[in-house]
């Protein structure tokens, strides 16, 4: 894993709180929203075909 360190608003931060909080509920398990945080961004990201889209061409035009 790479650590990274990201500043949100309080809103987001209130909103990630209940997402915490909601998770705890449905699964029986707590866990800190920051820990929460990767799976989030993963799935947001992997649902996005026009990101896929774009990767692939950004990566294929610089050979990476």
């Known amino acids: 894993p790479v650590r990274m ?5 309080p809103d987001l931060a209130a909103a990630l709180s ?22 989030m961004l993963e799935s947001f990201l992997g ?3 026009g990101l896929k889209r774009a990767r692939r061409a950004l990566h294929a035009n610089t050979g990476d």
């Open 47 to 49: 649902g996005d075909a």
């Open 18 to 39: 209940d997402y915490a909080e909601v998770y705890r509920q449905t699964y029986g398990h707590e866990e800190k929203p920051e820990t929460l945080i990767p799976a």
């Open 5 to 9: 360190s990201l500043s949100v608003d």
